[in-house]
């Protein structure tokens, strides 16, 4: 199947500072990107849409300027955590389209803010 | 409003079969997901329908009822390895994944 790396795989930072988390389609062309939230004990929570070369739609109750998407091309999607907070430590995830019927899932992205 | 619905806990014997099953209701249907997910980490792909019938691939096989808005995912020859999490997905006509809140499959010796 296809690859999605996502990196890093874990990460700590201080309360304050920004985080860039990289989402990679490693022998694909993705169009369209997804990022995920998994809260503990819950199902994956959808954030945001990234197609290539256009702005993220972000779901509701996700702050834009908070969650900064990028997708500049069509083998990577980043998302940028800024100004993070102990509440932002969680479980992020996500996965890239080939298709219109296909989703492959990045390894994910444990964050803590301490 | 959008709705995967799936048994929050079930529990089998190593070596035996459990069915686990999903039930739906999106705006639109591009196909429906199956993942695994041990705790800590990513979900895993399991499988994919987007057709009417059954898919098989080793041990679990998954099947779909449009019509019904209806899905299983069927595991054989349960290995406690197969102790995790599964996620019913469902991607909608805007091509966005609607996730279940996962089954929790404990197996016992």
């Known amino acids: 199947g296809a690859v999605v790396s996502q990196h890093p795989s874990r990460v700590i930072c201080k309360s304050g500072t920004s985080v860039k988390i990289e989402c990679r389609s490693l022998?694909?062309?993705?169009?369209?990107m997804f990022w995920y939230r998994q809260f503990p004990k819950q199902s994956l929570m959808l954030m945001a849409t990234?197609?290539?070369?256009?702005?993220?739609?972000?779901e509701q109750g996700v702050e834009k300027d908070k969650f900064l998407i990028n997708h500049a091309s069509l083998t990577l999607s980043t998302l940028t955590v800024t100004s993070a907070h102990p509440e932002d430590s969680s479980f992020y995830i996500c996965s890239a389209s080939r298709s219109d019927t296909e989703a492959f899932f990045g390894q994910g992205t444990r964050l803590t803010v301490v | 409003g959008q709705n995967i619905d799936q048994p929050t806990e079930m529990t089998a014997t190593e070596g035996a079969i459990v069915q686990i099953n999903c039930t739906y209701q999106?705006?639109?249907?591009?196909?429906l997901f199956w993942y695994q997910q041990h705790a800590g980490e990513a979900p895993t792909f399991l499988s994919y329908n987007v057709l009417d019938g059954l898919e098989e691939k080793g041990r679990f096989s998954s099947f779909l009822s449009r019509s019904k808005g209806y899905s299983y995912l069927l595991l054989k020859e349960l290995q406690m390895k197969d102790s995790a999490s599964y996620l019913c997905a469902v991607m909608d006509s805007n091509y966005q994944l609607i996730w279940g809140a996962g089954t929790k499959l404990i197996i016992k010796p």
């Open positions: 990234s197609n290539e070369g256009s702005k993220a739609t972000y």
């Open positions: 022998d694909f062309q993705a169009t369209t």
């Open positions: 999106t705006s639109g249907f591009n196909g």
